[in-house]
């Protein structure tokens, strides 16, 4: 018997506001409330993956940084002779320690940005299963990323206590600097994930675009002195830089014992929600197109 067409539902018209809507702040946080249970499992399986048959297993996430520390050491302090800044008069121990506590930001930062324009391509298995929510393959790299560092954060913590003495009490205030540094290291995540499906000269360009960020995130000097050395026009690139500021309230909280500079902690806030949310926005936006280019 034909059905009356009074009884057939009208067709569902997604309105461009509707549209906008998926992409806002709303439709961010019901996906990480929705998708927590597979972000856990994922993130967690992204660890224990990258070590899976080694003979040292989970204890490699603690070596690997303490190997980095004394290498950069050796170099930049005994062969180079380097000190990170006059004004400190730091000993060679201090200097160890004040390194090692960018590198651990910058290190967190690059792995997440260095993998994200070829993640849909190595995860292309997922691309047409409908169901699968890819804007998750991101947040379980940069989750992956913040296990690493909290891992190097304990080496640290220990080199402190047996060359520096106690911690200072501005360590506290360390764990603050994760907000920030998650969202810009997740915003650009997700824009580069999604442009890279499009773009694949993109892992290069981002390879070298790393290269030049290590050296303009203040890793090696204090931002203190970017006014004096850096020239004029080259500036902005380190000052204005995310990366460069999470730096150096890094060392700031960790080692030098300052308390974090809250203005600059509220910018850097206020920035990295921006760069997260302008980042799941576009994902979101090319995420259906993934299938015809893949």
């Known amino acids: 018997m ?5 009884t ?5 018209r997604v309105t461009s506001s509707r549209r906008r809507a998926d992409l806002g702040p709303v439709s961010l946080l019901v996906g990480f409330l929705r998708h927590r249970h597979l972000i856990r499992q994922m993130a967690w399986r992204e660890v224990l993956g990258r070590y899976k048959g080694s003979y040292l297993g989970m204890l490699w996430p603690f070596f690997n940084p303490i190997l980095l520390l004394i290498i950069y050491t050796v170099v930049f302090k005994y062969i180079f002779n380097t000190k990170f800044h006059d004004r400190f008069g730091e000993s060679g ?7 090692f506590a960018g590198l651990i930001i910058f290190n967190m930062f690059a792995e997440c940005i260095g993998r994200a324009p ?3 391509l190595m995860n292309s298995n997922y691309v047409n299963r409908v169901v699968f929510p890819l804007e998750i393959l991101p947040v379980t790299v940069v989750l992956s990323s913040v296990f690493h560092l909290l891992m190097s954060l304990v080496p640290l913590l220990l080199a402190t206590l047996l060359l520096a003495g106690a911690p200072p009490v501005t360590m506290l205030q360390w764990p603050l600097l994760l907000l920030p540094l998650v969202g ?14 499009f773009l694949r000269d993109l892992n290069e360009i981002t390879f070298a675009a790393v290269q030049i ?20 026009l080259l500036q902005p690139f380190v000052l ?15 080692v030098l014992g300052h308390s974090m500079d809250w203005q600059t902690y509220g910018v850097l806030v ?19 197109t993934f299938a015809d280019v893949i």
Request: overall charge positive; hydrophobic content about 55%; glycine content about 4%.
């Open 2 to 6: 034909p059905v009356a067409a009074s």
């Open 118 to 120: 070829n993640l849909i």
């Open 93 to 99: 121990t201090e200097f160890s320690l004040i390194l």
């Open 213 to 232: 960020l290590m050296y303009a995130s203040a890793i090696f000097y204090p931002l203190q002195i970017v006014a004096d050395k850096v020239p004029r």
């Open 184 to 197: 810009y290291a997740l915003g650009l995540t997700w824009l580069l994930a999604a442009l890279g499906v």
């Open 240 to 254: 204005w830089n995310p990366v460069a500021n999470i730096v150096e309230q890094s060392r700031q909280t960790a």
């Open 270 to 288: 206020a920035g990295s929600l921006a760069c997260m949310l302008a980042g799941y926005a576009v994902f979101m936006r090319l995420k259906h």
């Open 8 to 12: 057939v539902p009208p067709p569902v």
